[in-house]
């Protein structure tokens, strides 16, 4: 038996880069949470702590916010990220391999060319991978918190001898949806690209008539693979955020469905894919954590 | 010497109740965190561990969720406060006071009568407290994060020997502002009063050209009093969020005030109370957390 | 009516400064978050944005890290916050008070004179105030995690028409501690003495037969108040972290008070102070957050 | 093209179980955070809302509470993890793949039999995933927060345009180490593995001679290997908690490398596997985050 060194990577992560377009009126913001990783070629570093092929994170970081300085590239997270993970690829040898994820936080204007405040309905996310030939574009959205009062129904369910629950024809259904999409082409408008996600994420969610959360995930991700061509698939997770009715009975007070307590801990969890079935193999877009 | 109790109090913190308007259309939501601490009279509760004078925390909770179901109470979060103070307070042998703390997380419609998205760009907040004659309302608000790109300057301050800061005509100013207002009548339509406030708000950081965060938060307060008469005063805590020019001469690129590293820690804080120089004494209105 | 400026101060927040002892055999650190806040004189900052009487929170921050250099005054987190609050007071024309809060995060020694692993048990604090001519010490702990797993009983307490809960003589008791208490002298090994107060809350945490949370809290204070007669008082901020016995007779399981669920929200929360009677009032000891 | 349903998984996350050991002098208890997923079959469920194949994550939660009363079974994660896994799996028509995660918050005793303190220094963690046939076993360590004053230099990197770091001979390092690690055998004491695993991790920290955190993981990954023949791999992720020397030479205070500041964001990650040459594949033990 030997000891060997298998999958890694190693990059700067969360560099916290804000862009002002200046020159524009009124002013323009980007709000960035940049994390670069790359790998190819690091085994010395690994295992005698030769650095000679290692790009230190403090170098990544500079470009990071030298990059930032490129008006086109910088407004849209996707496009920006390409420009990194290029760069650290085609530029740096021996590196092999790079991948980018960046949050972008959205901000509205004031009633002032120059003052913004800060819109927390959603992070947008990108995550854009890139080995010397392939680039693998993913977009994303989290921390997006939804909930429709009625239209939800959940019955039908398998029963065990640990079943407990009652059946519904009517509840809250509330989730902080985490969504990211694979594009099959770079020939996109980003922005508008993800406008449209994001419309029919909402549009979905609130129109459909539920009788599952897992239903409606795949209805959503159905609305957005009709919308786009390029996108290949959806995948989420979205954690049911669970509205408990509260017994008002016990107080001789009705309840009918209006009062709730809205629970922490546990929730459930719903992940699923959906996609085209002729989409190709995502192969590296998706960050796999550390189930490399 | 003996050993004495001294100031206590105690409650039920965090319930999470979230009221659903079903008979409406299109249905509303309410969705507060609701904290209640009482006392009054608990000497034998601590020395002894007679419990003959505690309303256990577990009946306050009960109580929150049983007067979420009162429909004109639970819409706003002072008259919520009121509701539940008086209540503890009223009915309650030997409690002498209540203080109960009000989060109150806002909602957007979705194109759907009965759909939402959260809305993150503030928190609306409340404390009442009352004691069984006097009733002090404060709203407020926090997680309010604004920025202005320029309209903003930072010089002529003392200079020591730990002095390296440079003066600076130009700056990025942010902060994520907590601020709270002291109410001296309870005749107000509390929703109406609480926009007017967070109008003032805005359009005075905004518009504002600063020379020192303080001086724009006076502004702010002086605006808010300006609109208001029954507010007596208003106390600010806003963090200075740094944003520093990076240092892109290193690489032969400009950044003419362009590209910034938005900073964690450490980072400015700005404590300030703007008042109306005949208003009262606030007495309790403001939670002194453990400064009591 | 006219409008001024009330209570206000400003300073740097987080300063995280780690100070390695290096000359020393084995090596030692220590580890703070500090935060500084001035006041007085600051009027013409706020009115005008006239910035003469103000010393830059960035100068503050270069004091923090420049006085964590004198090797005695860093070691304890009240001595260096004495020195800083005097400091800025002392040194700073118009300034007139001072506040500095340090958090110490405790570090345990690994098997080698220069490696160490963060100790998770508690974070230890303290606050210094200083007027000019009266210097406040407090120290404390906070996020302190206890729990007994009997000897705790909850009955004979009022009944209303919102109780539901029911008595109990043997249930889990936990809290996350935060404890303030107030010194009336300085002279005072402070790495002892904060020693001496960690043992008394746990000896008696642990071995206090409980018929409240706030008996056992006043048993603690009580205790901690013997032990030494420079310290004048004891705040308490304790949760009661709920375990709810699991039902699971519905699965024809035994339960006897032995598996529980850990709830998050809401929760019981106890506040109190015990003091000797013949205290002196703490006067600005204690930081009133905006309960100013 | 048609749409159809990808990668699934559903459950539910973050089951807080506590247990007590009652019968036992002195007293013990496990706390976990319990996280289970299933997928097969659930195609119904998300293209038409048919719930028949679906076993409520509600029941998922009562089956946890449930097992926890089995003395043996709750006293390890991993055995708690097969339990659980293979139940769902194996009594649950159609479900295929079972994927349960746990947390571990240890708890030190107390100088009494039924008190204990919350020991903050890591969370210990397993991942048990089953598809019917196979069970995969990988335990872990999280939130071990490590640092070391010396023995630690970084140099001979590439130098590139964006090249700013000076090298270094003499730094802190110091890390928040998440680490998981895959068995290929049962047949193992889970509480005497896990330290002997802990040991050699810290152990291995503190005296290697560092030339990169790079090197000090791949040393730190064979001492776990040599350690233990059934342990196949291990993954670390391992953020660079960047500790910046304070420039105190603009004071006129020397700092031989003693006052640092610790700096929040950007950080290094540096991620990698140490594994044998003849390990077989993982397959499914580690979870792909959304990398599905």
């Given at each position: 038996?030997?000891?060997?060194?298998?999958?890694?990577?190693?990059?700067?992560?969360?560099?916290?880069?804000?862009?002002?377009?200046?020159?524009?009126?009124?002013?323009?913001?980007?709000?960035?949470?940049?994390?670069?990783?790359?790998?190819?070629?690091?085994?010395?570093?690994?295992?005698?702590?030769?650095?000679?092929?290692?790009?230190?994170?403090?170098?990544?970081?500079?470009?990071?916010?030298?990059?930032?300085?490129?008006?086109?590239?910088?407004?849209?997270?996707?496009?920006?990220?390409?420009?990194?993970?290029?760069?650290?690829?085609?530029?740096?040898?021996?590196?092999?391999?790079?991948?980018?994820?960046?949050?972008?936080?959205?901000?509205?204007?004031?009633?002032?060319?120059?003052?913004?405040?800060?819109?927390?309905?959603?992070?947008?996310?990108?995550?854009?991978?890139?080995?010397?030939?392939?680039?693998?574009?993913?977009?994303?959205?989290?921390?997006?918190?939804?909930?429709?009062?009625?239209?939800?129904?959940?019955?039908?369910?398998?029963?065990?001898?640990?079943?407990?629950?009652?059946?519904?024809?009517?509840?809250?259904?509330?989730?902080?949806?985490?969504?990211?999409?694979?594009?099959?082409?770079?020939?996109v408008d980003w922005g508008k690209s993800y406008d449209t996600?994001?419309?029919?994420?909402?549009?979905?969610?609130?129109?459909?008539?539920?009788?599952?959360?897992?239903?409606?995930?795949?209805?959503?991700?159905?609305?957005?693979?009709?919308?786009?061509?390029?996108?290949?698939?959806?995948?989420?997770?979205?954690?049911?955020?669970?509205?408990?009715?509260?017994?008002?009975?016990?107080?001789?007070?009705?309840?009918?469905?209006?009062?709730?307590?809205?629970?922490?801990?546990?929730?459930?969890?719903?992940?699923?894919?959906?996609?085209?079935?002729?989409?190709?193999?995502?192969?590296?877009?998706?960050?796999?954590?550390?189930?490399?």
């Amino acid at each position: 038996m030997a000891v060997v060194l298998g999958y890694n990577q190693y990059g700067k992560a969360e560099n916290r880069v804000v862009r002002v377009f200046r020159d524009r009126d009124p002013h323009e913001i980007v709000d960035y949470n940049v994390s670069a990783a790359l790998s190819g070629g690091q085994e010395p570093v690994h295992l005698t702590g030769d650095n000679s092929p290692c790009l230190p994170t403090d170098t990544q970081k500079n470009t990071v916010y030298a990059f930032a300085a490129e008006d086109d590239i910088v407004a849209q997270p996707e496009s920006f990220g390409i420009r990194l993970a290029r760069h650290f690829v085609d530029n740096t040898e021996p590196i092999t391999r790079a991948r980018v994820k960046l949050e972008m936080y959205p901000w509205s204007r004031l009633n002032n060319p120059h003052a913004f405040i800060r819109d927390g309905r959603y992070v947008r996310t990108a995550t854009v991978t890139y080995d010397g030939s392939t680039t693998w574009i993913v977009s994303g959205v989290k921390d997006l918190v939804l909930l429709k009062t009625t239209d939800s129904e959940f019955w039908g369910y398998i029963e065990d001898p640990y079943t407990t629950l009652q059946p519904t024809n009517d509840r809250i259904m509330a989730t902080s949806l985490l969504a990211q999409w694979y594009h099959t082409s770079e020939d996109v408008d980003w922005g508008k690209s993800y406008d449209t996600v994001l419309s029919a994420l909402l549009d979905t969610f609130a129109d459909h008539h539920s009788l599952a959360l897992q239903q409606t995930l795949y209805e959503m991700g159905s609305a957005v693979l009709a919308g786009q061509p390029q996108i290949a698939e959806i995948r989420f997770s979205a954690p049911n955020k669970h509205h408990f009715v509260y017994d008002l009975a016990r107080f001789s007070l009705e309840n009918n469905n209006e009062v709730f307590h809205a629970d922490d801990r546990p929730y459930g969890l719903i992940e699923a894919t959906v996609r085209r079935d002729d989409a190709p193999d995502p192969s590296l877009a998706f960050d796999p954590g550390q189930g490399w």
